[in-house]
C-alpha cells in the first residue's frame, strides 16, 4: 500500500486512536551504564520501601531525558509510549510508572499505552525482543511503518535521529 494510503487510513481513524506509539527500551538507552539499576529499584519495590531519591535523580541518563523530552514536544499531540525493555518481565505497570514519574519521565508514565498494550511480551523468550516487538505490531498497530536503522542517539543532542 503506497504511502499516501496508509497515511489516509490513520487521519480516518477516530481522533482518539490517532496517536504515535514510541517502543522504548531501558538499559543501556535510558538507563546508562548502571546494570544493577533495575534489581536496586526491584528490591526496594518487593520490600515496600520508598525508592532512593538519589537514585532515583540519577537512574536515567540527562541526555537520553532531554532527547526523549525532545522528541515528545516534537511528536505533539497524543503519543503513546510501550515498553520493549527487559524491564517489562520484572516490572507491573504501575512500577514502571512510578519509576518514570519518579526518575523525571511523568510523561512516559502517564502515556503508556492502555491495557495489555504497554509493553512488548515475548513471543519466543524474553532475550528475542526484535520477535517481541514484531508481534506486539502486528497484534496491536493499526498503522505502523518501520524505519529500520533509525535512532535516538543522545549523545549528540536533542534534535538528532
Wanted: proline share 5%; aromatic share 8%.
Amino acid at each position: 500500500m503506497k504511502r499516501t494510503k496508509l497515511h489516509s487510513h490513520w487521519h480516518a481513524l477516530p481522533v482518539d486512536q490517532q496517536w504515535v506509539t514510541v517502543l522504548l527500551d531501558i538499559d543501556e538507552v535510558l538507563c546508562v551504564a548502571q546494570p544493577q539499576a533495575a534489581s536496586t529499584v526491584l528490591r526496594a519495590f518487593d520490600a515496600g520501601t520508598a525508592l532512593d531519591p538519589l537514585l532515583m535523580k540519577e537512574l536515567l541518563s540527562p541526555a537520553a531525558k532531554e532527547t526523549l523530552s525532545f522528541v515528545h514536544q516534537q511528536l505533539g499531540g497524543p503519543v503513546r509510549f510501550a515498553i520493549s525493555s527487559n524491564w517489562r518481565q520484572s516490572f507491573a505497570r504501575a512500577q514502571i510508572e512510578v519509576v518514570m514519574k519518579q526518575a523525571g519521565l511523568g510523561f512516559v508514565g502517564d502515556g503508556l499505552q492502555a491495557g495489555d498494550a504497554w509493553c512488548c511480551s515475548p513471543k519466543t523468550g524474553w532475550h528475542n525482543r526484535e520477535l517481541s516487538v514484531l508481534a506486539w505490531l502486528e497484534k496491536l498497530a493499526v498503522y505502523w511503518h518501520p524505519l529500520r536503522g533509525a535512532y535516538l542517539d543522545a549523545s549528540v543532542g536533542p534534535g538528532h535521529l
